[in-house]
């Protein structure tokens, strides 16, 4: 059995910065690939970013890249999503989901076994 458990989710103005953390327990030694997915009311829930375990490759969603930074830590089983240059577009509730399948497309939904319960992010103008 697997948890994902996510925190650091909180209320920050515009141009503020937020770090969230994602922390995995039980059957975590087979997953392959992490990452975070986010979605606003109202939305479909989209791709972040995601972190390939096996030496660290990342990719982001466009709207992120160069605000944001995804990383791991394998022997922790953690993961976190520092987010920088906060706009009010990123509100959302952000989740935190994990893989044991090959990454060879790691950045839609359905590539992903295992998801945490959320943590709201809310940027004010």
């Known amino acids: 059995q697997v948890q994902l458990d996510e925190s650091g989710g909180s209320l920050v103005q515009a141009g503020g910065s937020l770090r969230l953390s994602c922390t995995a327990s039980?059957?975590?030694?087979?997953?392959?690939?992490m990452g975070w997915f986010r979605q606003a009311p109202g939305k479909e829930r989209e791709f972040v970013a995601a972190?390939?375990?096996?030496?660290?490759?990342?990719t982001y969603t466009d709207s992120v890249k160069g605000r944001f930074t995804i990383s791991g830590d394998n022997a922790k089983n953690t993961m976190a999503l520092q987010m920088n240059s906060l706009k009010p577009e990123d509100t959302a509730v952000y989740y935190c989901?994990?893989?044991?399948?090959?990454?060879?497309?790691?950045?839609?939904?359905?590539?992903?076994?295992?998801w945490g319960q959320g943590t709201q992010v809310t940027v004010s103008a």
């Open positions: 989901a994990a893989s044991d399948r090959i990454p060879t497309i790691i950045n839609t939904q359905g590539a992903y076994h295992y």
């Open positions: 039980g059957r975590t030694a087979s997953f392959s690939f």
């Open positions: 972190i390939i375990r096996s030496g660290g490759v990342t």
